[in-house]
Antibody, heavy 125, light 108 residues
Framework: RLQESGPGLVKPSEPLSLTCTVS??????????WGWIRQPPGKGLEWIGS???????YYSASLKSRLTMSVDTSKNQFSLRLSSVTAADTAVYYC???????????????????WGQGTLVTVSS | EIVLTQSPGTLSLSPGERATLSCRAS???????LAWYQQKPGQAPRVLIY???SRATGIPDRFSGSGSGTDFSLTISRLEPGDFAVYYC?????????FGLGTKVEIK
């Protein structure tokens, strides 16, 4: 239902751009946020940022200065752009839907289900 | 940010045994906004538990979550062959939403 796409190799100092295509669900009609999470090889998971179909975003503070997320409801896609990458940005990047609608205060919505299969991005010259 | 410490790092058990995994937060996780995920090699994580104790859709009842405040646990009552994997906890109470480093459940 979610599929990441983008270059697998990015040069240091250049921007990293990825797109997540959603099928079986409509971003524009959904009450869910949509997020990006990454996992460096052999390491743990790091939340990057999330976006709503209105364009409202919230980002991890550690990446905020380099991060831009956008949504294209006509294509049912959302995207990530991370500028000035270094080797530390090498990771598998996952897109995911937030688990429940944003208004579900009882359960809280900032967990992730389902996830895309992930795409490996390597930063190297 | 809230740091989640998972223990043990590796749990070696046999099929049919009970597994208890711990997740300790550096500060209280409000409203029990804590989730557990299972990740198998080469696959994306899948959610097992949210809200500390609510099973996600399709998750068998041998998986259960408990805890509050700073101490949470995931219990697998009887390990099946497909349960050997890495398990992560995630807090979603305070941004940035953070994950623990994982507990690997391996076959003894």
């Amino acid at each position: 239902r979610l599929q990441e796409s983008g270059p697998g190799l990015v040069k240091p100092s250049e921007p990293l751009s990825l797109t997540c295509t959603v099928s079986g669900d409509s971003i524009s009609l959904s009450s869910h946020y949509w997020g990006w999470i990454r996992q460096p090889p052999g390491k743990g998971l790091e939340w990057i940022g999330s976006i709503f179909h209105s364009g409202n975003t919230y980002y991890s503070a550690s990446l905020k200065s380099r991060l831009t997320m956008s949504v294209d409801t006509s294509k049912n896609q959302f995207s990530l752009r991370l500028s000035s990458v270094t080797a530390a940005d090498t990771a598998v990047y996952y897109c995911a839907r937030h688990g429940v609608p944003y208004y579900d205060i009882l359960n809280g919505h900032n967990w992730f289900d389902p996830w895309g299969q992930g795409t490996l991005v390597t930063v190297s010259s | 940010e809230i740091v989640l410490t998972q223990s043990p790092g590796t749990l070696s058990l046999s099929p049919g045994e009970r597994a208890t995994l711990s997740c300790r937060a550096s500060q209280s996780v409000g409203t029990n906004y804590l989730a557990w995920y299972q990740q198998k090699p080469g696959q994306a994580p899948r959610v097992l538990i949210y809200g500390a104790s609510s099973r996600a859709t399709g998750i068998p009842d041998r998986f259960s979550g408990s805890g509050s405040g700073t101490d949470f646990s995931l219990t697998i009552s009887r390990l099946e062959p497909g349960d050997f994997a890495v398990y992560y906890c995630q807090q979603y109470d305070t941004s940035p939403w953070t994950f623990g480093l994982g507990t690997k459940v391996e076959i003894k």
